[in-house]
């Protein structure tokens, strides 16, 4: 709006100063009011529609043609409704000549300014994408290099994790090696659980995942480990069957269930020994199933353990609508099946 009226007082002066006349207001307001749609229409309406045409060269100079005649129109009716017989009296070739002259300049003129302003509202208007583009683009880097940091750190903690477990293996051999003759069992039950740790602690594949037949291992070794420890008076039974060595699954799901066992279960039951049975069918379903009757326990109820959830969250991560987990917690027994569709 300031830059409107410093521009209508500029030409309003120029005028007086250089032909000594003075319009009058209702002149002033008409014709500036339609100076300024021109200009708008212009700058708003044919600059961007012709531009953004498949043929701009073609399409924009009849939209400026066009415009052009609209407004010698709508000039020449105004005039003729101010009725000022000096400008209305086009009966002569000299004054049709002076209105198309003056008026066409007048609409070029109005026409070029919009012009340079479109431009210029252009050019800042891409200055500003171009400055979003770098900032974002600015802020890409900047995550790349966190993310770069991160994986620095992750990956020095990871080579600490694989250097303080290979300390650890080594003083569990030495103790293995040093009692074996005295104390077999125990030296037995150091390498014992030295594989279940080797387990836990090993590289997976990219994908996260190992053999079914490797975490099998695991949980044979894993009731070794407790049948050493109650000196052989656990009365449980594992079973497998299927192709376990050709079906992958991700680490510590069925240990973890089979540790669960352990925790809970009353094992010295001769008549009702526990049961483990993994199982793959030939469309690579596993099937995991434990059954155990309950150890002695007091007047609370059992909460459901943190390894069955922690277990639940990972099967929901890695096979979300593929897996089915269903827990009978009776009276005097745990029953347990666990569903996966490996593929």
């Known amino acids: 709006m300031g830059g409107w009226l410093l521009f209508i007082a500029y030409e309003i002066g120029f005028i007086s100063l250089s032909t000594q006349t003075q319009l009058a207001l209702k002149e002033l307001v008409v014709y500036y009011a339609l100076n300024i749609t021109l ?32 407004y010698l129109l709508i000039k020449n009716q105004l005039d003729r409704w101010l009725s000022e017989p000096s400008i209305t009296d086009r009966s002569s070739y000299l004054a049709i000549k002076r209105f198309l002259v003056y008026n066409t ?17 252009r050019m800042i208007r891409f200055i500003r994408i171009a400055h979003i583009s770098e900032t974002e683009k600015l802020k890409v880097l900047k995550d790349k290099a966190e993310l770069e940091r991160d994986l620095i750190e992750a990956q020095n903690a990871h080579l600490r994790l694989q250097i303080n477990p290979h300390f650890l293996f080594n003083t569990l051999n030495f103790i293995h090696n040093t009692y074996y003759k005295t104390a077999r069992e125990a030296s037995e039950c150091i390498v014992l659980l030295a594989e279940i740790l ?28 407790n049948q050493v420890r109650y000196d052989h008076t656990l009365n449980l039974r594992f079973t497998t069957d299927g192709d376990l060595h050709r079906n992958r699954l991700i680490p510590l799901i069925l240990l973890t269930l089979t540790e669960n066992v352990f925790k809970h279960a009353y094992l010295k039951d001769q008549q009702h020994p526990a049961t483990i049975h993994l199982s793959i069918d030939a469309d690579h379903t596993l099937h995991f199933r434990t059954w155990n009757i ?41 029953e347990l099946h666990l569903t996966v569709h490996l593929c």
């Open 198 to 225: 080797r387990f836990a602690l090993e590289d997976q594949d990219k994908d996260g995942k190992i053999l079914v037949s490797h975490e099998a291992e695991q949980i044979v070794n894993f009731i070794e480990l």
């Open 105 to 121: 300049f007048r609409g070029i003129y109005i026409s070029g300014i919009a012009t340079l302003y479109w431009a210029i509202r």
């Open 39 to 70: 200009f708008y229409v212009h700058a708003l309406l044919i600059m961007p529609t012709g531009i953004a045409s498949r043929r701009p060269y073609l399409l924009l100079p009849m939209l400026i043609l066009a415009e052009l005649l609209i």
């Open 294 to 334: 309950k150890r002695q326990q007091s007047a609370v109820k059992r909460l459901r353990s943190l390894g069955i959830d922690n277990v639940i969250k990972r099967l929901d991560h890695y096979y979300p609508d593929q897996y089915q987990l269903t827990i009978n917690n009776r009276e005097d027994t745990y």
